[in-house]
């Protein structure tokens, strides 16, 4: 990679050793990757529960956090992903004391490096949502998606220790979605039918992910009857993400970068198209639902849910009552709006719970599984359903009123 | 097959030689993988019950999250991991992870590597070659 100046410094160790050790990484990774250069980001994104980083990445992080500030803390917007835990709840979820104690060290290091712990993976509806053309170095696949397919953004998946890096270093190699050519379609999705359910919109990003296969793949969308919301492209994005590894979409006249499709579909090219209908997604749902007719617990999660989301939740559980757990899982921003305008009082009333600043999945779910007794789980999360199976779970998607019936019913399915 | 060579795009990490385990699925430390045991566990994964203790995996596309990044460093600190990973496709996570955790990774291939390399096959990895390779002893 060629470096200017300043990155022959950082990596000189002339900016301490945190920042050329970071320098070093990034190096790496875009010789790997074919960067030609850095380029710089305005912000960065950094998932690091601690079932992900273990001890072993708790210890390093501490290494660092020991350092002098001068050279530790990182020199532009750092936020959090999800932890993984929600303190006032976790004796509720069974979680180990060593859990928290490996958050509440994880988060101590991260303070210490200067790092804003945001906790959610929503942050472009609640933090600062990017702005079109800007580069950032985002963790969270669902935060990669939307900021690059609906804001505009430009993003690759940047894992923990590359969205640490690009927080010390304040750039990222410039590779993959930093590129211009590489935000073209490479496939087009014909839609002959739209979804409306949070759960269809993600079942379609499921659909749409399988036949992408891998990250170097931007599929563009055709037929939609109607502009969907944040939160409906919110599920979808995520959903295309976990199932396909795919970091950028465009709908045509929806998302920015595809007002036409002539602009991600340069003249005299030939794409693939694929037809995908109802059909399709009824048949992503059902091989899920083979063979479950009770479920053992209710989550609502991954995405963490928008003040909407939990306004739709709150109206159905009113007059109501849970009989299974039922979780509710949004970020440290929403919550306290959830708290102020009496939702969260509402859903825990009909035996619900809300849950800030974690995610579901990230919060040891096989260990909480087995101290619970959960192995068969609703959700309206299509990322959830795809991710849980690995944790020993037998997931179902569902539409947020089945799920909710569901839990009022004692798990029964109908 | 014994002998036979195929060269990747990039690599990184050690010289490395093991038996591969092989199959035409993707790979993702948190969506496929029970660490602590050390076996594929996604019921769904082609190599689902299959421990990848030491063995050289040999899959097509990286999948899943952001979480690889950091786990292939927790799991080699326990010393339950895989020896190498060999995709057809990488995507920048496996490759930030194998970065962080200075894990052997080979990726891009004239052909698709998950029929090239028979299960079981005793195999050598040199990502430091001018050419990355895999080799069928």
Request: one cysteine or more; a negative charge.
């Amino acid at each position: 990679m060629k470096l200017n100046d300043e990155e022959i410094a950082l990596r000189a160790g002339e900016l301490g050793p945190l920042r050329q050790w970071a320098i070093a990484h990034q190096i790496k990774v875009g010789d790997y990757l074919g960067a030609r250069d850095f380029v710089a980001v305005g912000q960065a994104h950094i998932m690091a529960d601690t079932e992900s980083l273990g001890a072993a990445g708790v210890d390093w992080l501490e290494r660092w956090a020991a350092l002098p500030a001068e050279h530790r803390l990182v020199r532009i917007p750092t936020i959090t992903d999800p932890r993984g835990t929600d303190f006032a709840h976790a004796a509720q979820l069974k979680q180990q004391p060593w859990m928290l104690d490996l958050e509440r060290r994880a988060i101590a290091a991260f303070e210490a490096l200067g790092v804003l712990m945001t906790d959610t993976c929503i942050n472009y509806q609640t933090i600062m949502p990017p702005v079109r053309g800007e580069h950032m170095a985002y963790g969270d696949t669902g935060v990669v998606i939307y900021s690059n397919s609906v804001c505009g953004a430009r993003s690759n998946f940047e894992g923990g220790p590359s969205a640490l890096s690009a927080g010390l270093t304040g750039r990222t190699p410039r590779y993959g979605y930093h590129l211009d050519e590489r935000r073209l379609a490479t496939f087009l999705v014909e839609l002959s039918w739209t979804p409306r359910e949070l759960s269809d919109w993600g079942a379609l990003g499921g659909v749409v992910g399988r036949l992408a296969g891998d990250y170097s793949q931007v599929p563009a969308l055709l037929g939609l009857d109607r502009v969907p919301s944040a939160d409906q492209l919110k599920h979808f994005g995520a959903a295309l993400a976990s199932f396909g590894s795919v970091a950028l979409f465009h709908m045509v006249g929806v998302t920015p970068e595809a007002m036409r499709l002539e602009d991600v579909v340069p003249a005299g090219t030939s794409l693939k198209t694929h037809d995908v209908g109802e059909v399709d997604i009824r048949a992503l749902q059902a091989r899920y639902a083979k063979d479950v007719d009770a479920v053992d617990v209710v989550v609502f999660s991954a995405p963490q849910l928008s003040l909407v989301e939990i306004r739709t939740l709150a109206a159905m559980l009113d007059g109501r009552r849970a009989t299974i757990p039922l979780f509710a899982v949004t970020s440290p921003q929403v919550k306290p709006d959830c708290d102020r305008m009496g939702l969260t009082a509402r859903i825990e009333a009909a035996g619900g719970t809300v849950l800030s600043g974690m995610c579901f999945y990230q919060s040891y779910a096989r260990e909480i599984a087995e101290a619970n007794g959960w192995s068969r789980l609703a959700t309206n999360s299509a990322k959830l359903t795809n991710i849980l199976g690995g944790y020993g779970y037998r997931p179902v998607l569902l539409p947020m009123e089945q799920c909710v019936a569901a839990a009022c019913a004692g798990g029964k399915l109908t | 097959m014994s002998g036979e060579i195929y060269y990747a795009a990039a690599g990184m990490g050690r010289k490395v030689r093991a038996k591969a385990l092989v199959a035409s699925d993707g790979f993702s430390a948190r969506y496929d993988l029970d660490r602590i045991r050390g076996v594929f566990s996604r019921p769904e994964h082609k190599l689902a019950g299959e421990s990848y203790q030491g063995r050289v995996l040999v899959l097509d596309a990286a999948k899943g999250g952001v979480a690889t990044a950091w786990m292939l460093h927790e799991m080699a600190s326990r010393g339950v991991m895989p020896a190498a990973l060999v995709l057809n496709r990488a995507n920048p996570i496996m490759v930030q992870g194998a970065a962080l955790a200075d894990f052997t990774m080979i990726s891009g291939f004239d052909v698709d590597i998950t029929h090239a390399i028979p299960n079981g096959a005793e195999v050598e990895i040199d990502p430091t070659a001018q050419r990355p390779f895999i080799r069928v002893i």
